[in-house]
């Protein structure tokens, strides 16, 4: 594996690639989330290139970009174990050159959800850094999960309206036991903490559970999902029901909905969701 920080030595690297080259965007603090992203670049792709940059402006004022867990040698040891085979990790200097001025702006799709929680600037952010993540490494696929499912619906749009020609492919979210998402910022939570964000996924679960059972009210469904919330004591951000690709609210459900949910746990803001399918 070759670690490089400049967008001239990335693209160098990749100028004689056995291609498809295959891009896993990532933050960094890799868990098995990440890993499950690069585990189907490495069987689709013959070169497998993953960036690692905490992007600074997709995080709000008052939001916990000092506070992220950055781990850059474990990450780079995790990177090599999982068969990439060149890590892109630039500074933010590299990304925003003195004059930066260009934003990246997917109308619709930035607002609801994360948007109307943390801003419509940040999706801005997201859909600029991943265009020019993009360019730089011209993949032919970049993977994403579907725990950011707004994200990848964001992005995937983004590819498509500005003509950018690489795959968009979004991977199951992974798990843990009691399934609480992977991410990073369960690093976050104590012992006590931990146990209590098992009730987001088991309020998504309570959500599915009342659709396939006939729910047709999204209203009522929803609010199926906040008392499990509120008996475990989380009072959520949000908890909505949404159309899965144009993220438009769902009062009556007539087909798949997304579900998603926000809630903070101590110092961690946590999103997670799932498709809820009605019973045909
Ligand atoms: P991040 O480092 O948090 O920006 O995430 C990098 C990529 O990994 C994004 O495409 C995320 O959607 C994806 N990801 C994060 N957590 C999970 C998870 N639990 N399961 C699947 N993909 C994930």
Redesign the pocket.
Same mark, same amino acid.
């Given at each position: 594996m070759r670690t490089v920080s400049t967008i001239a030595d990335a693209r160098g690297a990749l100028a004689d690639a056995p291609r498809p080259v295959g891009l896993?965007?990532?933050?960094?603090?890799?868990?098995?989330?990440?890993r &499950?992203?690069l585990a189907r670049a490495r069987a689709e792709c013959a070169t497998v290139v993953m960036s690692l940059f905490v992007n600074p402006t997709q995080f709000g004022a008052g939001e916990d970009l000092a506070a992220y867990p950055r781990d850059g040698a474990g990450d780079e040891r995790a990177a090599r174990e999982a068969g990439v085979d060149l890590l892109f990790a630039p500074d933010a200097g590299e990304m925003y050159p003195q004059g930066f001025a260009t934003t990246v702006s997917v109308a619709g799709l930035r607002e609801p959800l994360e948007g109307a929680a943390r801003g419509p600037t940040h999706f801005d952010a997201v859909a600029t850094v991943v265009a020019k993540l993009l360019n730089i490494i011209a993949p032919q696929v970049a993977?994403?999960?579907?725990?950011?499912a707004q994200?990848?619906l964001v992005i995937a749009r983004m590819a498509r309206d500005l003509d950018i020609p690489t795959l968009i492919e979004v991977?199951?979210?992974?798990?843990e036991g009691d399934g609480l998402?992977? &991410? &990073?910022?369960n690093a976050y939570l104590d012992a006590a903490q931990r146990e209590q964000a098992s009730a987001i996924p088991a309020a998504l679960r309570v959500v599915a559970a009342a659709i396939r059972a006939g729910e047709r009210d999204g209203t009522l469904a929803a609010a199926a999902g906040l008392d499990e919330l509120r008996r475990r004591g989380v009072e959520p951000e949000y908890l909505a029901l949404a159309d899965p690709q144009t993220l438009e609210p769902v009062a009556h459900v007539t087909g798949p909905v997304l579900v998603a949910v926000a809630a903070r746990i101590g110092r961690a803001r946590l999103i997670d969701n799932l498709i809820a399918q009605p019973a045909t």
């Amino acid at each position: 594996m070759r670690t490089v920080s400049t967008i001239a030595d990335a693209r160098g690297a990749l100028a004689d690639a056995p291609r498809p080259v295959g891009l896993v965007p990532t933050m960094g603090a890799l868990h098995d989330g990440h890993r &499950s992203l690069l585990a189907r670049a490495r069987a689709e792709c013959a070169t497998v290139v993953m960036s690692l940059f905490v992007n600074p402006t997709q995080f709000g004022a008052g939001e916990d970009l000092a506070a992220y867990p950055r781990d850059g040698a474990g990450d780079e040891r995790a990177a090599r174990e999982a068969g990439v085979d060149l890590l892109f990790a630039p500074d933010a200097g590299e990304m925003y050159p003195q004059g930066f001025a260009t934003t990246v702006s997917v109308a619709g799709l930035r607002e609801p959800l994360e948007g109307a929680a943390r801003g419509p600037t940040h999706f801005d952010a997201v859909a600029t850094v991943v265009a020019k993540l993009l360019n730089i490494i011209a993949p032919q696929v970049a993977y994403f999960g579907q725990k950011d499912a707004q994200q990848a619906l964001v992005i995937a749009r983004m590819a498509r309206d500005l003509d950018i020609p690489t795959l968009i492919e979004v991977c199951p979210t992974v798990r843990e036991g009691d399934g609480l998402a992977r &991410s &990073s910022r369960n690093a976050y939570l104590d012992a006590a903490q931990r146990e209590q964000a098992s009730a987001i996924p088991a309020a998504l679960r309570v959500v599915a559970a009342a659709i396939r059972a006939g729910e047709r009210d999204g209203t009522l469904a929803a609010a199926a999902g906040l008392d499990e919330l509120r008996r475990r004591g989380v009072e959520p951000e949000y908890l909505a029901l949404a159309d899965p690709q144009t993220l438009e609210p769902v009062a009556h459900v007539t087909g798949p909905v997304l579900v998603a949910v926000a809630a903070r746990i101590g110092r961690a803001r946590l999103i997670d969701n799932l498709i809820a399918q009605p019973a045909t």
